[in-house]
């Protein structure tokens, strides 16, 4: 009965690999969204899509590159790992509409040796 | 610009009550929300306001001064478990939704 789901927990890999995180909400939400939690906890969004919909594209290089299969899913590709990718990367989901609350997943902490 | 500030860290004695505070200045407003992070976990909502005053919510309140760019969280009766970071989130009015978040506070609960 999981609500936001990611996969993979954990990802320790290679400067200038490519990976994929993924996420799946099951709430029937329309909007999903993926944030960077820095070294500092700082959480940051990236992207935003509502029903398969890219609304946000914040400031983040194009090595990353968020898909939307579907509403349910939003899985974030990222190319050419760098040492400063290395956070926890949240994806989030929430109704579309004045008063929706953001769930989280429960993170992906990606570290780039 | 964006800017919410909060307190870095806060320390308190269980069975205390401890009000942690936001200021936010944001390219207008639609709502601020406070979440709660354990370490090394999700984010999970606490409260919500976008009309000024308090909501309250069991041990935990809200409070909202939409002039003054002030929100506060009021933790009563404080136990262990809430040990725990405590973010401040903004939605500002775009097409988007989009939360703008603090730095968040990081409490520590003393027996």
């Known amino acids: 009965d999981t609500a936001v789901s990611q996969t993979p927990k954990y990802l320790v890999t290679q400067m200038g690999n490519d990976k994929s995180i993924k996420c799946e909400q099951n709430l029937g939400h329309d909007t999903m969204y993926w944030y960077k939690q820095d070294s500092k906890k700082f959480l940051k969004i990236m992207f935003s899509y509502n029903n398969k919909e890219l609304i946000i594209n914040e400031t983040v290089p194009n090595r990353f590159s968020p898909k939307s299969p579907d509403k349910a899913h939003l899985n974030l590709h990222i190319n050419s790992l760098e040492l400063g990718d290395s956070a926890v990367y949240f994806c989030?989901?929430?109704?579309?509409?004045?008063?929706?609350?953001?769930?989280f997943g429960p993170g992906t902490r990606l570290t780039v040796l | 610009g964006q800017n919410i500030d909060q307190p870095t860290e806060m320390t308190a004695t269980e069975g205390a009550i401890v009000q942690i505070n936001c200021t936010y200045q944001t390219s207008g407003f639609n709502g601020l929300f406070w979440y709660q992070q354990h370490a090394g976990e999700a984010p999970t909502f606490l409260s919500y306001?976008?009309?000024?005053g308090l909501e309250e919510k069991g041990r935990f309140s809200s409070f909202l001064s939409r002039s003054k760019g002030y929100s506060y969280l009021l933790l009563k009766e404080l136990q262990m478990k809430d040990s725990a970071s405590y973010l401040c989130?903004?939605?500002?009015?775009?097409?988007?939704?989009?939360?703008?978040f603090g730095s968040g506070t990081r409490l520590l609960v003393r027996p």
């Open positions: 989130a903004v939605r500002v009015p775009d097409s988007s939704y989009k939360l703008i």
């Open positions: 306001n976008v009309l000024d």
């Open positions: 989030a989901s929430s109704l579309a509409g004045s008063t929706d609350t953001q769930y």
